[in-house]
């Protein structure tokens, strides 16, 4: 691992995605890692809305991602040692778990998955119909499988994600 550990943040329109830079970006930053924002384009629709796209970016120093860069154009992000999908929705995990890469978001995360030196640390955040989908706890068996590091936390009465929980299983997966 480098000196400034890298690491990927990315982020799908789930519940609490509007807490994403309060509650992972800054206290990863805080922590020592060097941080990257790369969204789903639905993630960068809301959090530009609100304003966060900007204020992520001045936070981390670096372009926050949702489209691909032409080939002639240089990577914006250094390269992560662990990468952390945080919130993960039903879509997004679904389209992980069979490894479609049809943005940024899921490019990067699927070759993450794909590369045994970078741990990639999820948490799902969907609603109860979502979760009986009959698709779906295969798709956590098929990224559990692959060494993904799945945080099984509920969000608070506030509607808040777990956010300790998911840095503290960046930590843990950072050292494994
Ligand atoms: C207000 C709102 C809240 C949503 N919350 C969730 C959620 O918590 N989990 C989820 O899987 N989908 C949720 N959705 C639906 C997703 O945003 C939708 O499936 C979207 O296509 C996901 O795109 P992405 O995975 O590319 O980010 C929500 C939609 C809205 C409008």
């Given at each position: 691992m480098s000196a400034q550990p890298v690491l990927s943040v990315v982020a799908s329109?789930?519940?609490?995605?509007?807490g994403l830079r309060v509650g992972l970006v800054e206290p990863a930053l805080a922590a020592g890692w060097r941080v990257t924002v790369t969204l789903t384009p639905t993630a960068a629709r809301w959090l530009t809305d609100l304003g966060e796209v900007d204020r992520l970016a001045l936070a981390t120093g670096l372009p926050v991602r949702w489209d691909s860069r032409l080939p002639t154009e240089p990577r914006p992000h250094p390269d992560p040692d662990v990468a952390v999908l945080a919130p993960a929705s039903a879509n997004t995990v679904a389209k992980l778990a069979l490894g479609i890469a049809e943005n940024q978001a899921l490019t990067q995360l699927c070759e993450a998955v794909g590369n045994p030196a970078v741990p990639v640390v999820v948490l799902p955040r969907t609603n109860a119909f979502q979760a009986r989908h009959p698709a779906w706890n295969g798709h956590l068996a098929t990224l559990r499988s692959a060494g993904v590091h799945l945080v099984d936390a509920r969000p608070g009465a506030?509607?808040?994600?777990p956010w300790p929980a998911v840095l503290d299983s960046v930590s843990r997966a950072a050292r494994a």
């Open positions: 329109a789930a519940g609490g995605v509007q506030d509607g808040a994600l």
